[in-house]
């Protein structure tokens, strides 16, 4: 290449494409000034103006960047593909500054003056008239684009091109509501587009945001915006900083974060507004106003979001304009004086009229708004059936996802309704309501029946190659040297197999939730009582039900409860240590009775009058879920089963019965010192071998093939991804996530190790871990520690439980038994019967 000083303009204005390829704009702005000095003939004129455009409106304003264009389109004898090249950059900068009608008719030429002779500005027209169909809302239109893009782009080897449109494929499922297809495609394509450049990588990282915050990830949207965000920032690109910042602020609203969101919404419209791009201005408008309402400061809100609608209408963004309206419906019902629900139905309009294909955090918004409509006009059974018929619309949804993972997490879009709902059911007083209301509102994913993933050999060697790894991290972590390098390579092979387990398909089917009517057969058949602690706000109630009676207990403030479980948990995990000197250790114990007598006078005394003298079924709030319940004197000795809900633990008695003389399987972790004696007095119970699987395959097949699996290992919970909560076995961890993957689970499992009880929980009483997993992906119960257990308490309480189910006791009843066997002045395993222990 010649020096510098003495290139061509030709050279000079190719040198600037290679940087801008790369991310460096401003190296690329400088080239591109220079290449016009050097007097180029008029189509390389043309070209350099061209690409100089796109910075100018970036560096400057958008006129600043049309300017340029309207000065190369007036160059004489230009070609056909040239102007189309004119045309297609003024579309972008139209594009980039919100102006979307514009923008379309910008493409709409260039697209009439290019042909397949020139197929790489034929793509790139392609490409960004169907982002412009998709922001308009015409998806059809953007489909055709996209999949044209592809197949033009693909014919002349055009890589990075045919990943986009493959990428903008995927983004358009997503808004289909497909999102397991959405993420298979977008995940697909980026290893290509993350290379790009730092701003191709940005861009992956915001869309795959939305799709993260479609699928209530809240958390992982804001991590994948925040890095966004730095990689904008890094290539001074302002405007696509904005965006990032846009939906952060987007972000922090669907999570109530009123002062985060108007904050950093104002701080994307004040770089918006800089550059000139209005439309985007407004949408970040629009969050700074929605976000003063949320926190109750309507002033004048009603007003500046119906003059923003009109203005998004106009633009365009027909969406965007809706849920602006609905933000005014909002705000005008939040406001005094007897005309405010008149102001509200006018503001909403035809807003709230609800379309097949609306997204669902849209669909959402218009459900609030009809319910609150309702509820300010006097009509609160209406309210409520628009308030069960989001959480309906929240569970088809949620019947899209294969993925427990997945699941779980939709809870985030619903949260705020589910609990209004529980609230006012629980201020009628009326048994029957609550009932309703806490069964279609709350823990959706255990109404869903299981889904088998496909066949994957990519996703079985994940789960592989992340055992073989974490086992090696666990032995440098006890010789004392940890390679940095294999901490990454662990985090990096959990992402792998978190994200390969979203691409799975959904059931599309969910179970109707149960009728009081038939729990209370149930229970009558058994002298059995139901009992749900709720909390709502900071309130704890309890639902009472048998066959003869039942009740809404008012059991006052839930703080004083939670922060007695937490302390009672870690006194749990500290007398299970057989290292605590005994002084010490007396004073934990008296500490565990204070705290258990504390919860069994907040939880169970006040409904003592209440409770049949049979078994008890529990189905708590999710941070009530993992309690040493079968520790509180009221249910010592009693058959106790925690379920997600009733609707869950019908359905699971309607497979088989355990048969009358099950298949027994048994798993042993290494390093414990007592699991051979504990196989060895299964064994003696069931008259059986006490050969013990030791690998994550063997125990795979044993719960295949058994009727009950019992496992002795060490047992982690893993807080922060709970479906990585493992079982410590020869060849490394053996992980929820594999639970999943399985046809078939046995009636029973017994995991004798620590913690696999816990669960992390998730909005709208949905929670998750190792034990969720087992349970969701097909077996009937499982018995489980909610903290550390001990080895030495944990071997005979197996002996005696497993003594009781071939006597034919229930599970539940077997580990009542069990535990009430052991002497008043030991440390009982905080053991739990989960799912449908009888």
């Not at 016009?36 to 390389?44: A, E, F, I, K, S």
């Not at 996209?146 to 494929?169: G, M, P, T």
């Not at 849920?323 to 503001?347: D, E, I, K, Q, Y």
């Not at 985030?412 to 279609?440: K, N």
Request: glycine share 8%.
């Amino acid at each position: 290449m010649a020096p510098m000083g003495a290139a061509t303009a030709t050279e000079l204005h190719q040198q600037a494409q290679r940087e801008a390829e790369r991310g460096r704009r401003s190296a690329a702005y400088v080239l591109l000034q220079r290449a016009l000095t050097r007097d180029p003939d008029p189509v390389r004129r043309a070209h350099i103006l061209i690409s100089l455009s796109y910075h100018e409106a970036e560096r400057r304003r958008l006129m600043d960047g049309l300017a340029l264009l309207d000065e190369a389109d007036s160059l004489p004898d230009l070609p056909a593909a040239l102007r189309g090249l004119t045309a297609s950059q003024r579309g972008l900068l139209y594009q980039r500054a919100g102006e979307l009608n514009r923008a379309a008719a910008s493409y709409d030429l260039a697209l009439g003056l290019f042909s397949e002779a020139e197929p790489e500005g034929m793509c790139r027209n392609l490409l960004n008239r169907g982002l412009v169909n998709m922001q308009r809302g015409r998806n059809r239109a953007a489909r055709s684009d996209f999949a044209r893009c592809a197949e033009v782009a693909a014919r002349h080897k055009l890589d990075v091109l045919a990943a986009k449109a493959s990428h903008n494929l995927g983004y358009l499922q997503m808004l289909a509501g497909d999102l397991p297809t959405a993420l298979r495609m977008m995940d697909g394509v980026a290893p290509v587009l993350m290379t790009q450049s730092p701003l191709h990588a940005g861009v992956c990282h915001v869309d795959r945001s939305q799709a993260l915050v479609a699928a209530g990830l809240f958390r992982e949207a804001d991590d994948e915006l925040r890095t966004a965000a730095t990689l904008f920032q890094a290539a001074r690109s302002t405007h696509d900083l904005a965006v990032a910042e846009l939906g952060q602020a987007q972000l922090a609203l669907l999570d109530e974060r009123w002062t985060d969101a108007g904050a950093t919404a104002a701080r994307a419209r004040r770089r918006f507004a800089g550059r000139g791009t209005s439309a985007w201005a407004m949408l970040a408008g629009h969050v700074a106003i929605a976000a003063r309402v949320g926190a109750g400061m309507h002033r004048a809100a009603t007003v500046q979001a119906l003059r923003l609608a009109d203005r998004l209408q106009g633009a365009g963004l027909h969406d965007e304009a809706r849920r602006s309206r609905l933000t005014a419906a909002l705000a005008a019902l939040a406001g005094a004086g007897p005309g405010r629900v008149a102001r509200a139905r006018r503001a909403a309009g035809q807003a709230i009229a609800l379309r097949a294909r609306d997204p669902i955090a849209t669909r959402l918004q218009a459900r609030t708004v009809r319910a609150a409509l309702a509820d300010a006009g006097g009509r609160p059974a209406a309210a409520d059936r628009e308030r069960r018929a989001a959480m309906a619309d929240v569970h088809r949804y949620q019947a899209s996802f294969g993925s427990l993972d997945l699941q779980t997490a939709i809870g985030s879009h619903a949260h705020r309704i589910a609990e209004d709902g529980l609230a006012r059911a629980l201020s009628t007083g009326r048994p029957a309501t609550v009932f309703g209301w806490a069964e279609r509102a709350r823990a959706l994913s255990a109404r869903l029946p299981p889904v088998l993933p496909p066949d994957n050999d990519e996703a079985a060697d994940l789960l592989e190659d992340l055992r073989h790894a974490r086992r090696e991290l666990h032995e440098q972590l006890l010789a004392g040297r940890v390679d940095a390098r294999l901490r990454v390579r662990c985090a990096q092979l959990e992402q792998l197999v978190r994200q390969r387990s979203w691409y799975t398909p959904g059931p599309a089917q969910t179970r109707a939730a149960a009728p009081l009517p038939q729990l209370r057969e149930r229970l009558g058949a058994a002298s059995a009582t139901f009992v749900a602690h709720l909390i709502a706000g900071d309130r704890l109630c309890a639902l009472v039900v048998t066959a003869r009676r039942q009740s809404v207990v008012d059991l006052g403030s839930a703080e004083p409860v939670l922060e007695t479980q937490r302390r009672l948990r870690r006194d749990l995990d500290l007398l299970a240590l057989s290292t605590v000197p005994k002084q010490v250790r007396e004073t934990i114990r008296a500490s565990r009775r204070s705290a258990l007598a504390r919860l069994d006078a907040a939880l169970w005394h006040p409904l003592r009058a209440a409770v049949e003298d049979g078994p008890v079924l529990l189905a708590p709030s999710a941070q009530l879920a993992t309690a040493p319940w079968t520790l509180m004197s009221t249910l010592r000795g009693r058959a106790v089963a925690v379920v997600p809900s009733v609707t869950a633990w019908l359905a699971a008695h309607e497979r088989p019965p355990m048969p009358a003389a099950p298949v027994v399987a048994f798993a042993a972790g290494p390093d414990l010192a007592r699991s051979a004696e504990e196989i060895g007095l299964l064994a003696g119970v069931w008259s059986s071998s006490a050969t013990a699987v030791t690998t994550a395959a063997g125990v795979r097949a044993a719960a295949a093939r058994a009727d009950i699996l019992h496992v002795v290992a060490h047992g982690t919970h893993e807080p922060d991804n709970p479906l990585f909560s493992h079982l410590v076995l020869g060849d490394g961890p053996l992980f929820g996530y594999e639970f999943e993957r399985l046809a078939k689970l046995p009636h029973h499992v017994v995991l004798s190790a620590c913690e696999l009880g816990l669960a992390g929980a998730r909005p709208a009483d949905e929670t998750l871990g190792m034990t969720v997993a087992i349970l969701h992906a097909g077996a009937g119960s499982v018995v489980a520690g909610v903290a550390l257990v001990s080895d030495a308490i944990a071997c005979r309480v197996a002996a005696a439980h497993h003594t009781g189910l071939r006597g034919g006791l229930s599970p539940a009843a077997a580990l009542a038994g069990a535990i009430g066997a052991l002497d008043p002045d030991e440390d009982p395993p905080p053991l739990v019967c989960f799912g449908a222990g009888w």
